[in-house]
């Protein structure tokens, strides 16, 4: 079976940084898409980040574009997001999520696979 276990949230003054943890467990994924989406309150789920879970090329939505920075422990089959000069409008709760092999989408239909959240707070 298997699970997506998403860590590092927390509350962050803006300007801030936060890592946040994707760690899969049932099998390990290559040629994946990874993705990290988020959703804040009375928001639709938005696309945050996407790439390969082995590496490779990585699309960022625009609002996180030269902020948020994609890397990966794969002797420990997690993915991370790097979270930089964080906005108060950054708050959302995270989540990673797994889509077959194929190209690197920004829709969460094309995931199968989700982690239950991670909380981020950004105070201003």
């Known amino acids: 079976q298997v699970q997506l276990v998403e860590s590092g949230g927390g509350l962050v003054q803006a300007g801030g940084s936060l890592r946040l943890s994707c760690t899969a467990s049932?099998?390990?994924?290559?040629?994946?898409?990874i993705g990290w989406f988020r959703q804040a309150p009375g928001k639709e789920r938005e696309f945050v980040a996407a790439?390969?879970?082995?590496?490779?090329?990585?699309n960022y939505a625009d609002s996180v574009k030269g902020r948020f920075t994609m890397s990966r422990d794969n002797a420990k089959n997690t993915q991370h997001l790097q979270m930089n000069s964080l906005k108060p409008e950054d708050t959302a709760v995270y989540y990673c999520a797994v889509a077959p092999p194929g190209s690197i989408g920004s829709r969460s239909y094309e995931y199968g696979y989700w982690g239950q959240g991670t909380q981020v707070t950004v105070s201003s």
């Open positions: 049932g099998r390990t994924f290559s040629l994946h898409v």
């Open positions: 790439s390969r879970w082995s590496g490779g090329s990585t």
